[in-house]
């Protein structure tokens, strides 16, 4: 993963990536400054979520969206999005728990724990069962970093059970979609130091 951090940008989208990545560096600046302290800590735990697709050698279209995800929902904390718009608060966490899950079984496949999507072995129902397991995991670490969060630094963050079960409940939604996406979308690994993946490493069947 070391070879995929540090092999140079090739092509738009590849650069384009990067270019989030310094726009949530920036942000995190911009909040310190203009916001709140709190602000910019929200912000800032963005940043190794943004740095990991780096690693693990990701399609660079899926990079882009998966750190415009990250950033969106992190700055809609800062505008208080999730308050003023009743419906935000369910469209961000199915996005972003949808691509965190997928994120997660890609980190986990570069381990060489799961399959590869690319692979003729990769399967719809495995990628329904492990993306939907894996964002319910994640959203359960995120409702403990609120509680968390509300207990030691700031009473202001809006925690309860039934925001908590609810959150859970459209994050697994959007695991579940996620799978659907994995299975039928071309996010094969780039093998490790190599030119940017436009295409799978190996061809799907049904």
């Keep these: ?18 270019a989030v990545r310094a726009l949530a560096l920036l942000s995190v600046v911009a909040a310190f400054i203009w916001w709140e302290p709190t602000d910019a800590g929200v912000l800032a735990l963005v940043l190794p979520g ?46 972003a728990t949808g691509v965190v899950a997928v994120m997660a079984y890609l980190f986990f496949a570069r381990l060489g724990m799961l399959v590869d999507p690319a692979s003729r072995s990769f399967t ?29 630094i700031s009473s202001s963050i809006f925690v309860a059970y039934d925001d908590t079960i609810g959150d859970m409940a459209v994050g697994g939604l959007g695991a579940l979609i996620a799978g659907v996406l994995l299975r039928v979308l071309p996010l094969g690994l780039r093998p490790a130091g190599a030119q940017s993946l436009t295409t799978p490493v190996e061809t799907k069947h049904s």
């Design 1 to 18: 993963m070391k070879r995929n951090f540090l092999r140079p940008p090739h092509g738009a989208a590849e650069w384009s990536a990067d």
């Design 124 to 152: 719809l129902g495995t990628a329904l069962v492990l993306c939907t397991a894996l964002g319910l995991a994640a959203s359960a670490v995120w409702e403990m970093v609120e509680w968390l969060g509300k207990t030691y």
């Design 50 to 95: 943004v740095v990991l697709p780096r690693f693990v050698g990701v399609h660079p279209l899926f990079d882009i969206v998966y750190s415009l995800v990250l950033l969106v929902a992190a700055w809609s904390n800062v505008f208080d999005l999730y308050t003023s718009i009743w419906w935000w608060d369910i469209a961000v966490h199915v996005t």
